[in-house]
């Protein structure tokens, strides 16, 4: 069955430093996110991703930010100059469709995660 | 805005038993979509049932059923006959119809299925 992947899997960095998150989607699917889940709090909403451009963002998701698909089949998450409260599990998930209307509303393929830990 | 809450978090039941886990929510919305998503440990988060809100129809799908009280803005998971793969983190979610797969999320409810 097709997955969604995730690397790598736990990632530390020096506060300041750039990461990149990167993520294979269902390669049918042609919606993408980004959520995170801060440690002992929710998952919350940073990005969902179509036809090459950003189609929603939270607030959460500021200019350190930025999401791209460099080739196709890869989904990357770019923080610029991370700081502490960056330090959370980054979820990537796609879809086949947006979810606006129909039976898949809601349906989302989630990674696995990768734990980001900022020193 | 959207608001879920799960407050339990953590729940143990012996295999084979039932045991439910309590979500509400908060909206000011009439059209939406209420979820339950289930990760493993060290697994992908996977989509377990889904209730259209205009539907009175509790859904089922096997194992797993949901309460669903629209006026209480209330959508309890049961799981039945609880199996050791159950064992899982369960994070109850909404999302308005209007608004794409950007879903808010419950903190989730541990749940541990016991031998």
């Known amino acids: 069955e097709p997955e969604v992947t995730q690397t790598p899997s736990h990632q530390v960095t020096q506060m300041g430093q750039e990461v990149i998150l990167r993520c294979v989607p269902i390669?049918?699917?042609?919606?993408f996110y980004w959520y995170r889940q801060i440690l002992g709090q929710k998952v919350e909403f940073l990005v969902s991703?179509?036809?090459?451009?950003?189609?929603?963002k939270s607030e959460i998701f500021d200019d350190q930010f930025s999401v791209e698909r460099p080739d196709g089949s890869n989904f990357t998450l770019k923080i610029r100059s991370t700081k502490l409260e960056d330090s959370a599990m980054y979820f990537c998930?796609?879809?086949?469709?947006?979810?606006?209307?129909?039976?898949?509303?809601?349906?989302?393929?989630f990674g696995e995660g990768s734990r980001l830990t900022v020193l | 805005a959207q608001t879920v809450t799960q407050s339990q978090p953590e729940m143990s039941v012996q295999e084979a038993e039932t045991v439910t886990l309590s979500c509400t929510y908060d909206?000011?919305?009439?059209?939406?979509?209420l979820f339950w998503y289930k990760q493993p440990p060290s697994r992908q988060m996977i989509l377990v049932i889904r209730?259209?809100?205009?539907?009175?129809q509790n859904a089922t799908e096997n194992r797993f059923s949901v309460n669903f009280q629209k006026a209480a803005k209330s959508f309890s998971l049961k799981i039945s006959d609880s199996q050791l793969g159950d064992t899982a983190m369960y994070f109850c979610?909404?999302?308005?119809?209007?608004?794409?797969?950007?879903?808010?999320f419950g903190g989730g409810t541990r749940v541990l299925v016991k031998p």
């Open positions: 979610a909404s999302v308005p119809q209007a608004a794409g797969n950007k879903l808010t």
């Open positions: 909206t000011s919305e009439n059209n939406y979509y």
């Open positions: 390669s049918n699917h042609l919606y």
């Open positions: 991703f179509y036809n090459n451009e950003i189609s929603e």
């Open positions: 209730q259209e809100a205009y539907k009175q």
């Open positions: 998930a796609s879809s086949p469709g947006s979810g606006t209307s129909g039976s898949r509303t809601g349906e989302l393929f």
